[in-house]
C-alpha cells in the first residue's frame, strides 16, 4: 500500500487531470445524455394451416402443430430487422437522416440518406425472441421519448403490412383455379386412355398373374440370398479352419516333472558356511579391506551365486500326447468341407429356379405394367384434381382473411413513450466516479513506468 501511494504521490498530476476529465464526461453525460427506451412486444401465434375454417366437410381439427417453432420465430425477427421495413420506417419517421456530419455530404442524394440512416436504425434496434415464448421483444432508445416510442409504432405498421405480404402470395386463387382446369382435362385424358387399353389387350386385372410371379420369384431370390450367405459362411469356415489347423502342433506336452539335486546342493550349502566361517574368524584377526578378507568374500559370492544358479536350474521331464485340439480342428475341417459341396450344389439349383422364375415374371408383367401406369395415372389426376379444388377453396378464404387483417401475429404490448430514463443521474454519477478513479490509477501507474524506463535509458547512454 505504500508503494502504491508512493506511485500515486509521484504521479498525482497525472492521477488527477485524468481522472477529472473522466468524472466531467460523466457528469456531462449525466446532465444531457439522458436516453429514453421504449418497447413492445409481438406475439407470434399458430399459423392458419390448422384454421377452425377447412374446405372440407367435416374435417378434423389439425393437432400436429400446437406449438410455434423456433424456425417461424426466428423468421418472424428477421422480418422486423428487414432492410426494406427498416426504410420504410425511416421514410415515414425522418429519423435519423440528418445528423452532425450531415455538412460533409452535401450533395447527398435521398436514397442515400435513407439507407444510410436506415443502417444506424438497425444498429439501435433491438429485436430479439424472450426465451421459452412466443413474444419478440422490441427495443428502440433515443434522446426523446416521445421519439422512441413513435419509431416503434411505425416498425409495428410496416412490419405488419411487410407480414402479410409475405404470407399472401398474389395470384394464388387465379393460380389454383388455372390448375384445376387443367387437372380435369388431364383426368378426362387419362380415364380415355386405360378404356382403349382395356379393349385392345383384352386384360381386365392382369397385375394378378404378375403379383404371383413375383411373389414366387421373390421367395426364390431370398431363398438364393440367403443359400449364397451360408456359402460364402461356409467358405469363410474352411478357410478358418485351414489356417487353426497349421497353427496348432500336432502333440501337446501332457505332463511336465522338474526336481533339484539336493547333493549339490547340500555340498555347495556346506561349503558356503565354511567360507562364511572362515571370513569371521579373518575378520577378529584383519581389518575388513585386507587382501585375505577379500579373497574369502569372493569365494562367498561365487558360492552364493552357484547355489543360485542351480536353484535355476532343477532337472525337467515332459510328457508328451495327440494335441486334442488339432484333432478337433482337422475334423471339424473335413465336415465343413462336405457342407460346402452341398451348399454349392444347391445354389447352382437355386440361380437355375431364379432365372426361370424372372423368365415368367417378365413375360407376364408387360401387360400388367402397362395397366398399372395407366390406373396410377388415372389415381394421380383424381389426387390431383380433388386437391386443387380443395386448395382453390383454402386460397379463397384465405384471401378473404388477408382482407380483414387476420393473420398470426399480435401486439402482445403496444409502444408508449418511456416515462424515465434508462440509467438514473445518480447512478451514471456514481460508475463515473468508480471509472475515474480506476482511469486515474492505470494513467500513474503507466505514467511512472514510461518515466522509470526513460530515466533508465538515458542514465545508461550517459554511461
Known amino acids: 500500500m505504500r508503494e502504491l501511494a508512493m506511485v500515486l504521490f509521484r504521479q498525482r498530476r497525472v492521477f488527477v487531470w ?5 468524472l466531467g464526461a460523466a457528469v456531462l453525460y449525466a446532465l444531457a445524455g439522458a436516453t429514453y427506451q421504449a418497447n413492445m412486444k409481438v406475439l407470434v401465434r399458430r399459423g392458419r394451416a ?12 389439425d393437432f400436429t402443430r400446437m406449438v410455434v417453432t423456433e424456425e417461424e420465430l426466428n423468421s418472424e425477427v428477421e422480418l422486423l430487422r428487414d ?9 415515414q419517421t425522418g429519423i435519423g437522416r440528418k445528423d452532425w456530419l450531415a455538412w460533409v455530404r452535401i450533395g447527398e442524394t435521398n436514397d442515400q440518406q435513407v439507407e444510410r440512416a436506415a443502417r444506424r436504425l438497425a444498429r439501435k434496434l433491438k429485436v430479439e425472441p424472450v426465451k421459452k415464448t412466443n413474444l419478440i421483444q422490441v427495443s428502440y432508445a433515443a434522446n426523446d421519448p416521445e421519439v422512441a416510442a413513435k419509431v416503434l409504432r411505425a416498425v409495428a405498421n410496416v412490419y405488419l403490412e ?9 395470384g394464388e386463387f387465379r393460380f389454383f383455379e388455372q390448375q384445376t382446369d387443367e387437372s380435369r382435362r388431364q383426368l378426362e385424358e387419362s380415364k380415355r386412355k386405360l378404356l382403349e387399353f382395356t379393349k385392345e389387350h383384352g386384360v381386365v386385372a392382369a397385375a394378378q398373374q404378375r403379383d404371383l410371379a413375383l411373389q414366387k420369384l421373390s421367395e426364390v431370390d431370398a431363398s438364393a440370398r440367403q443359400t449364397r450367405i451360408e456359402l460364402a459362411a461356409m467358405r469363410r469356415r474352411v478357410a478358418e479352419l485351414g489356417i ?19 547333493e549339490l546342493l547340500k555340498a555347495l550349502k556346506a561349503s558356503l558356511l565354511d567360507l562364511q566361517l572362515k571370513r569371521t ?3 577378529t584377526k584383519y581389518e575388513p ?37 488339432y484333432e478337433w480342428a482337422k475334423s471339424e475341417l473335413e465336415r465343413a468341407q462336405v457342407d460346402l459341396k452341398t451348399i454349392e450344389s444347391r445354389e447352382a439349383a437355386t440361380s437355375a429356379q431364379a432365372l426361370a422364375y424372372g423368365a415368367i415374371s417378365a413375360r407376364f408383367g408387360e401387360d400388367a405394367v402397362t395397366q398399372d401406369d395407366l390406373l396410377s395415372s388415372e389415381k394421380a389426376a383424381e389426387e390431383n384434381y380433388l386437391l386443387y379444388v380443395k386448395k382453390q377453396e383454402e386460397a379463397r378464404m384465405d384471401d378473404a382473411l388477408d382482407e380483414r387483417r387476420i393473420v398470426n401475429v399480435a401486439m402482445a404490448e403496444d409502444p408508449v413513450a418511456p416515462a424515465l430514463p434508462v440509467w438514473s443521474a445518480w447512478a451514471v454519477l456514481a460508475v463515473g466516479l468508480l471509472a475515474s478513479g480506476a482511469a486515474g490509477t492505470v494513467a500513474a501507474f503507466t505514467s511512472d513506468y514510461v518515466t522509470r524506463c526513460l530515466e533508465t535509458r538515458m542514465t545508461w547512454w550517459r554511461t
Open 18 to 22: 485524468v481522472s477529472a476529465i473522466v
Open 50 to 61: 390448422d384454421a377452425p375454417v377447412s374446405a372440407g366437410e367435416n374435417a378434423p381439427l
Open 83 to 91: 432492410e426494406e421495413v427498416l426504410r420504410k420506417v425511416v421514410e
Open 162 to 170: 411487410k407480414h402479410m405480404e409475405v404470407h399472401r402470395p398474389s
Open 244 to 262: 487353426q489347423q497349421g497353427q496348432l502342433p500336432e502333440r501337446t506336452t501332457t505332463q511336465k516333472r522338474t526336481a533339484d539335486n539336493p
Open 281 to 283: 574368524e579373518l575378520l
Open 289 to 325: 579391506n585386507h587382501r585375505l578378507v577379500k579373497e574369502i568374500e569372493q569365494q562367498i559370492a561365487q558360492a552364493q551365486a552357484a547355489i543360485a544358479a542351480e536353484n535355476l536350474s532343477p532337472v525337467r521331464d515332459e510328457t508328451t500326447d495327440k494335441n486334442p485340439q
